[in-house]
């Protein structure tokens, strides 16, 4: 029943119990009782809304900056990682295969406000290598939500 539940409120977190419960035919003491468990034991973090910044009037540049860093003896990449997403403009951080170590995601006001936390804070740290900042220019879909109205295409008109 856990993982049915995961799946429905991945997509919608607003879902009442009782309209949880009748989805998938269950008792709504026994999915509250599933849901509190799941998030004791942390399997549930939070709860967020996905929202459009573009359609607002709040300027915001997000970027994705590329890692490498030299992992410490016995911990690997947990402990620079861990100071890494302490930091209050980090929004995520994701260990990485490939080219680089580690992804980190924020967001600030102007591009010059996040190139002067990479500046200042994020390559001034003892295990970082080199970073690669690359900024968001538009958001089309995120976390499965299409943020974009779909165009009417007109297709052109062919005649023999």
Not at 11 to 37: F, G, T
Not at 148 to 159: A, C, D, P
Request: aromatic share 6%; charged share 30%.
């Amino acid at each position: 029943m856990k993982e049915r539940i995961l799946s429905i409120i991945e997509k919608n977190s607003k879902i009442s119990i009782e309209d949880l419960a009748a989805a998938l035919d269950e008792k709504p003491d026994d999915v509250a009782k599933a849901i509190y468990e799941m998030e004791r034991d942390k399997v549930i973090c939070g709860y967020h809304t996905i929202i459009n910044w573009s359609n607002t009037t709040k300027e915001k540049v997000t970027a994705l900056i590329e890692v490498k860093v030299t992992p410490q003896r016995g911990l690997g990449f947990d402990k620079i990682a861990s100071r890494i997403y302490n930091f209050d403009e980090v929004n995520a951080v994701y260990l990485m295969s490939g080219g680089f170590d580690l992804t980190v995601i924020l967001e600030g006001k102007t591009l010059q406000e996040v190139a002067s936390f990479v500046s200042s804070k994020l390559s001034p740290l003892e295990a970082v290598l080199s970073t690669a900042t690359h900024f968001v220019l538009k958001k089309y879909k995120d976390h499965g939500t299409i943020l974009v109205s779909e165009s009417t295409r007109e297709r052109m008109l062919i005649t023999p």
